[in-house]
């Protein structure tokens, strides 16, 4: 069986050969609820991140098993038991501990970059210690893959155009001047609208179906104990709270 990560769902990781998964191996994905409760999420990219998953299981049908669970551990364990899985590198560190961590587990290399790991190795040793920096390597990558290159040169002149995405802050204002973040509306679908009907009964209406019930289908069971909401039937016992299918729970 062969695992695949959420950010490993392009073609190029089932490609078969020396280090991939033969044409007919088994995939299992995991849709760990523990990935989501590490960090925190911008609502969008969770979105995007589980549709893309589903949507690649149901592309690859059978030959996928999709299992939801807790954590990644307990997703392997209920897919694969002690069978063997293969994986080919995470893109994260702690993916990657995680997968060396299991003994079931055969880490193979990574697919996910254009520059293999041998190689990035191999020019930052070549620097003698000196301070890495991105703008370095992203100039030897593309003179070596000759991307946006005209010869020696980069397109244009111009390595990037950084400079001009940048601009400071205003001065002497309190904001940037930006509409403020989304936030989910708190306003329950469920929420109950009670109305009182000709006969004197309450009733209630479900806002998504339409539908008006009776709020109470049988008596109120006195209880013992003061009375809840400063309202008591009886005075001297308060009702038990009770709801029709189509609203939600009392807290």
Not at 99 to 104: A, C, E, N, T
Not at 162 to 189: F, I, K
Request: glycine share 10%.
């Amino acid at each position: 069986m062969h695992w695949l990560f959420g950010d490993q769902l392009g073609p190029h990781f089932l490609t078969p050969g020396d280090d991939g998964p033969g044409r007919d191996t088994p995939l299992l994905m995991i849709e760990a609820r523990s990935v989501f409760r590490r960090r925190r999420f911008h609502r969008a990219k969770a979105h995007l991140v589980l549709s893309a998953m589903r949507h690649r299981a149901a592309e690859l049908g059978d030959r996928a098993t999709y299992v939801r669970a807790d954590t990644y551990r307990e997703g392997l364990e209920r897919a694969a038991g002690d069978r063997p899985v293969t994986v080919h590198h995470p893109t994260s560190y702690a993916a990657t501990r995680l997968v060396r961590s299991l003994p079931q587990v055969t880490v193979g290399p990574a697919r996910g970059f254009l520059v293999p790991m041998e190689d990035f190795a191999t020019w930052a040793d070549g620097h003698g210690g000196k301070r890495l920096r991105q703008e370095n390597f992203y100039r030897w990558v593309r003179r070596g893959h000759d991307l946006l290159m005209d010869g020696d040169a980069p397109v244009g002149g111009r390595w990037n155009y950084d400079h001009d995405n940048r601009q400071p802050p205003p001065r002497d204002e309190a904001s940037l001047q930006v509409p403020a973040p989304y936030r989910p509306g708190r306003t329950r679908s469920t929420t109950r609208s009670a109305t009182t009907s000709t006969a004197g009964r309450r009733t209630v209406t479900c806002p998504s179906s339409g539908v008006t019930a009776p709020a109470c289908s049988r008596r109120p069971v006195p209880r013992p104990g003061p009375p809840s909401n400063g309202f008591s039937p009886t005075g001297s016992a308060r009702s038990v709270p009770t709801r029709t299918p189509c609203s939600p729970p009392t807290r």
